[in-house]
Structure formats: structure tokens, C-alpha cells
């Protein structure tokens, strides 16, 4: 079928080619002309606006899928789809959107009779070749229709209607919390092994787990191949980001009175990893200096 693709960062640009290499025929826009003109040279059709993007597209219903940042990128970028689209016609949500925005921004659009629906994907930069997960939310129809472009870029089994609008969203955002837990899991018990009175190698453990393990998984095997390229991770500096899903998960943990110990300490980790010194922990040691008296460590002044 036919689409348009707005966005085309590293997940929108592989996408794209996955699409097009699924028979698709896709138009595109992003603020990047260099973007656009290498998914041209891929099979794509290019346009310099989200207006010509939309006239490119024959046919109706027509449907655009939003790949960029979340927040105020993609509610202007929607916005300024649905002047653009007629009713019946369809706009996709496949970016880390909070679930309570893109509720609002389906409320909008339904206003101009334009549908709304929410992708949750999960794939990241090995999604062009190993398909992308996707939980999506909305209207029966709308899902319908976009169905052929979901069947593409997920693999066997890796999409499911999830529910109404929102849902995509939602469950994207506590998955991405699982993720952080995981992610944290994986980190502490690597330092533990790292630090022990054993020379592990730590390709060779985190190998050994894939087979058979009950910790084995896709997060495992790209540990494999980090300490493959990296074995001591001299090269990456421990400043773990966030783009906000791992806040939100324990935002909705506490309003649904959920207890979420591992989410919610594995987002403060990350925290904790921005700092080159920690005020907290300053005052807990001179504390301890003044209840106990303590040995404190003097900071070095050059």
C-alpha cells in the first residue's frame, strides 16, 4: 500500500527501506534534505513539505506515519497533518509519545474526522533487519487499514492490536520500563563479576547465558557483542540517559498504587550515573565524621 513516512532518523530512515523492501510504496519528508535524498535513492518518493508529502499520496484513506521526537515536535507535526488530511484518513504515532498527550492528540485529530492511531515500537537500529514490535492502539477501522504496513515492519508474531486509543502508548511506556530493570539487572551483576577475585571474561559468561539460561535474552546477546568490540568498556563513559518512558512508568505505578521497587530504583540509577559527585553522599559522609568520627576523603584542589 501506499503511505507516508515524516521522519527519518534511525528508526524512521530503516523503516522506510523495510517498507519499500516490503513492496510498499512510501513518501517522505524530513527537515533534512540529505535524509530525504538517501530514502530517494532507496525507492522512496521525496517531498520538501508535510503539504507535498500529503498531495503525494493518491487515493484515499491516506496514511502518514510520524516518526520524529516526542513531545512539541510530534503534536505540531500531527496538528499540522490533520489540517492537511480529509476524514477517514490516518495518522500513525510510532514515537516514545506520553500516553496522556497522545490521548489528547487523538481527540484532536477526531475533531477533523482524521484517525489517530498509537504505535509503540520497539526495535531500535537492528529493526530493518530483525522487524520492529509493535503494540498499537485505536479505532477497529483505522487499525485495519494500516494493518499491511504494521505486517511488514514487525516480524512473525511481533504485532498486536493492543487495545483503544492510548493503549500503543501505554504499553510501550511500561515496557520500556521492564527494559530498565532488565538493563540494571545485567549492569550490577556484570560489575559484581568485573570486581571479583576472578579474571572473568565477560564475553564468555554473558555468551555461556544465551544457551539454555534463564536469563537468556536479546539484551544478553547484545552484551555478547559489546564486550566483544569493548571488553573492559574503556571506551564508554558509565552517564546513562533517559527519554522519559521510565519516569512515566513509575508515575502511573503510583497512581495505580502499584508497587514497582525494581522500575523505579533502576531509574534512579540512571540518575545517579550523571553525577561526577554526589551532594548526598558528601553529606552523608560528614555525617558519619561527625556521629562517629568517621575518616572522610578531602577533595584534591590543584
Not at 515492519?153 to 511506556?173: I, T, W
Not at 563479576?193 to 547465558?209: G, H, I, T, Y
Request: glycine fraction near 14%; proline fraction near 3%; charge should be negative.
Amino acid at each position: 500500500m501506499q503511505l507516508g513516512m515524516v521522519g527519518l532518523g534511525k528508526m524512521g530512515a530503516n523503516m522506510t527501506t523495510r517498507l519499500l523492501e516490503g513492496g510498499h510504496s512510501v513518501a517522505v519528508y524530513d527537515r533534512s534534505a540529505q535524509a530525504v535524498a538517501q530514502s530517494v535513492a532507496g525507492g522512496a518518493t521525496g517531498a520538501q513539505s508535510l503539504a507535498e508529502l500529503v498531495g503525494a499520496l493518491k487515493g484515499s484513506p491516506k496514511v502518514v506515519w510520524v516518526m520524529v521526537p516526542s513531545g512539541a515536535p510530534t503534536d505540531e507535526t500531527i496538528d499540522a497533518l490533520a489540517a492537511l488530511l480529509g476524514p477517514g484518513d490516518v495518522i500513525v504515532d510510532g514515537g516514545n509519545t506520553n500516553y496522556k498527550e497522545g490521548l489528547l492528540a487523538y481527540e484532536r485529530c477526531k475533531a477533523k474526522g482524521v484517525s489517530l492511531v498509537d504505535a509503540g515500537t520497539s526495535g531500535g537500529v537492528w529493526g530493518l533487519k530483525e522487524g520492529y514490535c509493535l503494540m498499537v492502539g485505536g479505532d477497529d477501522q483505522a487499525v485495519k487499514t494500516c494493518e499491511p504496513i504494521f505486517t511488514t515492519l514487525a516480524p512473525a508474531n511481533g504485532y498486536a492490536h493492543v487495545g483503544r486509543a492510548g493503549a500503543g502508548h501505554f504499553s510501550k511506556m511500561v515496557h520500556n520500563g521492564v527494559e530498565y530493570g532488565m538493563l540494571q539487572a545485567y549492569g550490577e551483576g556484570f560489575e559484581i563479576l568485573e570486581k571479583s577475585p576472578f579474571d572473568f571474561d565477560l564475553e564468555q559468561v554473558a555468551n555461556v547465558w544465551c544457551y539454555g539460561s534463564v536469563v537468556r535474552s536479546w539484551l544478553l546477546e547484545l552484551a555478547v557483542l559489546a564486550f566483544k568490540d569493548d571488553p573492559g568498556l574503556a571506551n564508554i563513559r558509565g552517564y546513562v540517559d533517559d527519554t522519559g518512558e521510565g519516569r512515566w512508568t513509575v508515575q502511573a505505578a503510583i497512581d495505580e498504587n502499584v508497587p514497582a521497587p525494581v522500575i523505579t530504583m533502576s531509574l534512579m540509577a540512571r540518575f545517579a550515573s550523571r553525577q561526577d559527585e554526589s551532594f548526598s553522599a558528601k553529606v552523608i559522609a560528614a555525617l558519619r565524621n561527625q556521629f562517629g568520627g568517621h575518616a572522610v576523603k578531602s577533595e584534591t584542589h590543584g
